[in-house]
Nanobody, 121 residues
């Protein structure tokens, strides 16, 4: 059974930082692109950051570029999103996604249940 479990969300003041973690199980983690998305009610899910299996290709969403970093540990099956200088508009549910692009896992896709981030004073 595939599980992606996010943690690290919470309430933070504007200008603060949060570190989100996603722990994966049930997949060969090193074969998957990993990404963070976010969503607010009534809007489409938005890409925050995406990292290739060996971290040689990273993409950031326009609204967070320069304020977030993404990293992964293939030995621990985890992907980390470090968010700095948070703004109220960063308030959203943040989701972890695993995406298979090549070989036997091509076309497979899994999502976590999400973790809420609220930026407010």
């Amino acid at each position: 059974q595939v599980r992606l479990v996010e943690s690290g969300g919470g309430l933070v003041q504007p200008g603060g930082s949060l570190r989100l973690s996603c722990a994966a199980s049930g997949i060969t983690f090193r074969l998957y692109y990993m990404a963070w998305y976010r969503q607010v009610p009534g809007k489409e899910r938005e890409l925050v950051a995406d990292v290739s299996p060996f971290q040689d290709h990273i993409i950031f969403g326009d609204s967070v570029r320069g304020r977030v970093t993404i990293s992964r540990d293939n030995a621990k099956n985890t992907v980390i999103l470090q968010m700095n200088n948070l703004k109220p508009e960063d308030t959203a549910a943040y989701y972890c996604k695993a995406r298979g692009e090549f070989g036997a896992v091509q076309g497979t896709e899994f999502w976590g249940q999400g973790t809420q981030v609220t930026v407010s004073s």
